[in-house]
């Protein structure tokens, strides 16, 4: 790792950008319904259109904010609220860790910019991306990335909280599987190719399932990925 | 813009943006012994487990959900590219919402 990395080229920074936007395209596709339910229900709560996109903006993170309206809806209070928030969110730490893994060369300010951006949704992108190309590992490339997923959030909370109907309530739903079918695409060849990516998947997934019985889905997720990859190191094999 | 809300929405960032910030200053500054540089290629793999189920069959009806995974997994399987593998999925479990 260079200790001070050249600046790159105005011409390859652009196509690192748009390569960028590319790979996060299908991210921002798939927020958009979630993004405009969450407007329609944050007017439920009775935020007005410019909280909510502000809490879209500032917060970035889906589960926490329709945790928040619900609990605002059930009158919370805000310290609650906030605290509930830190715990649904602390998995993104982890994630945090793999993703600036992923992107070596970059300065601190590019780092507290991308960090902004960290989604369970990019982060997966970010570290698993199947076809492991140089320019996966740019910090634009993410910036690009990060960015489109973050103006499809936004963009979607502004729709929905202007009470926009754009899209049917039961291909909301069926959108939302488009998530999911995203994660199970990127790591299917990893598990298919190494026995420790099956292992750790497998283990993370019962896990995940066993403590969610206790725990609120937040700590279960984390308890899960933080056991299920410190069980990938008994077992041998490549990544 | 009611302040409390703002001030509300201000301290859900600042919970939100610290945990995700703190690693990427950390990151860079010290050699990262072996066992944790495994332990983090693991990540992935652990996160998008816990990610995927069984959140993917919380919804209602569950069996909707299960139809979507396999679905996704087949065409995993098949190397069908990204963007492919969400829209025939979502396109799948749309039409099966339809008759369900």
Sequence with gaps: ?239 | MNPRTVALIVGMMAVTYIPRLLPGLWVGRYRLPPAFERWLQNIPYAALGALIFPGIVRGEPAWLGVLGGITAVLLSLWDAPLVAVMVVTIAVVFTASLWG
């Design chain 1, 1 to 239: 790792m260079a200790p001070f990395p050249q600046p790159p080229s105005t011409a390859l920074a652009y196509h690192e950008l748009r390569a960028g936007i590319r790979a996060g395209l299908p991210v921002a596709v798939g927020y958009l319904p979630i993004a405009i339910a969450f407007g329609a229900f944050a007017s439920e709560a009775h935020l007005t259109p410019a909280e909510a996109v502000l809490m879209s903006a500032l917060v970035f993170a889906g589960a926490s904010q329709f945790m928040a309206i619900t609990m605002m809806l059930q009158g919370t209070g805000g310290l609650q609220i906030v605290l509930a928030t830190l715990f649904i969110n602390l998995r993104h730490l982890v994630m945090s860790m793999a993703v600036h893994h992923a992107i070596p060369r970059s300065s601190r300010g590019w780092r507290a910019l991308l960090s902004f951006g960290i989604t369970d949704e990019t982060f997966a992108l970010l570290t698993l991306h199947e076809a492991r190309e140089p320019v996966h590992h740019s910090h634009v490339f993410a910036l690009g990335l990060v960015g489109i997923a973050y103006a499809g959030w936004v963009v979607g909370t502004a729709l929905g909280s202007w009470g926009a109907q754009v899209i049917p309530a039961a291909m909301s739903a069926a959108m939302t599987m488009g998530l999911y079918a995203m994660f199970i695409r990127l790591l299917v060849p990893h598990v298919r190719r190494s026995w420790r990516a099956a292992f750790v998947a497998g283990t993370s997934m019962a896990l995940n399932a066993l403590l969610g019985r206790w725990l609120n889905p937040g700590w279960a997720i984390i308890a899960a990925t933080v056991v299920g990859a410190s069980a990938g190191l008994l077992v041998g094999g490549d990544a």
